[in-house]
């Protein structure tokens, strides 16, 4: 079964500071999506970004870019001058790509951002 | 991105009644809905995927004659919490699925007294 982990509860970064948030996932399938969805305390989930596993160029948005580690399952997520709208928990996300029976998205458990002022 | 609305964001009921939350799809039709679960400080719990015309397929553990989804339209899909029970508080969201892309409604928090 696919499993996504997230090691970091929560995490701390000064404003206009990098930070990356971890994660690592568990399949055996070879074609799938990885995403980063961002929960502000409005409680609407977010799409920060995705990946295809099939593209070996790591995947940006702006300030938003993916450390994509195919073959160490690992899928982290830089966040680049860190402002403090970012704080919010981040969720990594795995989906499997073909639409079938399976393709519902995989949560992690969540890393809680503090920016710092 | 494409827009799914949830109604209501917040109801509070009395122990025993039945609440009924809407989930739509606004600016796009989507075959494939899902319900999740989210619990204070946690991840989000998929319940069940609805698939417009058709049952909906529930996870394990989650009781289908509890939590009936309806899912009648192309842009509307409902989840009515029967009986509900203080254990039932929660915040509902529903999520629906255009192409490859999935859209998340803003929730709704359930308080059941």
């Known amino acids: 079964a696919q499993t996504v982990t997230q090691s970091q509860p929560e995490m701390s970064v000064q404003e206009a500071e990098t930070v990356t948030l971890s994660c690592t996932y568990d399949t055996s399938e070879s074609d799938y999506y990885l995403f980063w969805y961002k929960q502000p305390p409005s409680r609407q989930m977010i799409l920060v970004i995705r990946q295809e596993a099939y593209k070996q160029q790591n995947a940006t948005e702006n300030r938003f870019s993916v450390n994509f580690q195919k073959a160490a399952k690992s899928f982290s997520l830089k966040i680049s001058d860190s402002q403090l709208g970012d704080a919010a928990m981040y969720f990594c996300a795995y989906r499997i790509r073909p639409m079938n029976r399976d393709d519902k998205i995989i949560f992690g458990k969540g890393t809680r951002l503090h920016i710092l002022p | 991105g494409a827009v799914v609305s949830q109604h209501p964001s917040r109801v509070i009921c009395k122990s025993g009644t039945s609440v009924k939350i809407e989930c739509r799809s606004l600016?796009?039709?989507?075959?494939?809905m899902f319900w999740y679960r989210q619990f204070p400080k946690q991840s989000l719990m998929l319940m069940a995927t609805s698939n417009e015309g058709s049952k909906a397929t529930y996870e394990q553990g989650v009781e289908k004659d509890k939590f009936l989804i309806n899912h009648a339209s192309l842009t509307l899909s409902t989840l009515t919490v029967t009986s509900a029970h203080p254990e039932d508080s929660s915040f509902y969201i529903c999520s629906a699925r255009q192409g490859f892309e999935q859209f998340f409604g803003p929730g709704t928090r359930l308080t059941v007294l």
């Open positions: 600016d796009f039709q989507a075959t494939t």
